[in-house]
């Protein structure tokens, strides 16, 4: 939980900042998202973030294998993928999470809806859990 809120916490700057400058496009938020990613998560490496009205694609690859480590990364993405639904005001696609091994083989798929993360508060455990629920029953291996 405390990689989720370092992750918003950092995007809430970065994006306060873009937005006192010029408005913020996908292209800048895609950057953003995958930098935050990568210096904010266990294991997660080589991000490939994609914003589009019609989805969002966060494919990225990992080395870590314990269950805790790989959740707190799920967390990660999620709470990415939140912060940009909450930040374009649901005016994005769903997201379609890919996770790669370090060798670039795709190990899984996740989803996540907008709508379940649109009123996203990371500091209420039980939307939390709620979510995780939802997404993991969206699991593919």
């Known amino acids: ?23 913020v496009d996908y292209n800048t938020m895609e950057m ?56 374009y005001n649901g005016d994005v696609g769903n997201l379609i999470a890919k996770i790669r091994a370090p060798n670039g083989e795709l190990v899984g798929t996740y989803t996540c809806k907008n709508k379940w993360v649109e009123d996203l508060d990371p500091n209420d455990q039980e939307m939390m859990v709620d979510i995780f629920i939802k997404v993991a029953e969206t699991i593919k291996a």
């Open 32 to 87: 953003i998202s995958e930098s935050t990613l990568e210096d904010e998560s266990n294991g997660i490496y080589r991000v490939d973030v994609d914003i589009s009205s019609s989805k969002v694609l966060i494919d990225y690859r990992t080395d870590v294998y314990s269950e805790d480590e790989i959740v707190e990364d799920m967390g990660a993405v999620i709470g990415t993928y939140a912060y940009i639904v909450q930040y």
């Open 1 to 23: 939980m405390k990689t989720i809120f370092g992750i918003l916490g950092m995007l809430l700057l970065i994006a306060t900042i873009g937005m006192a400058t010029e408005e």
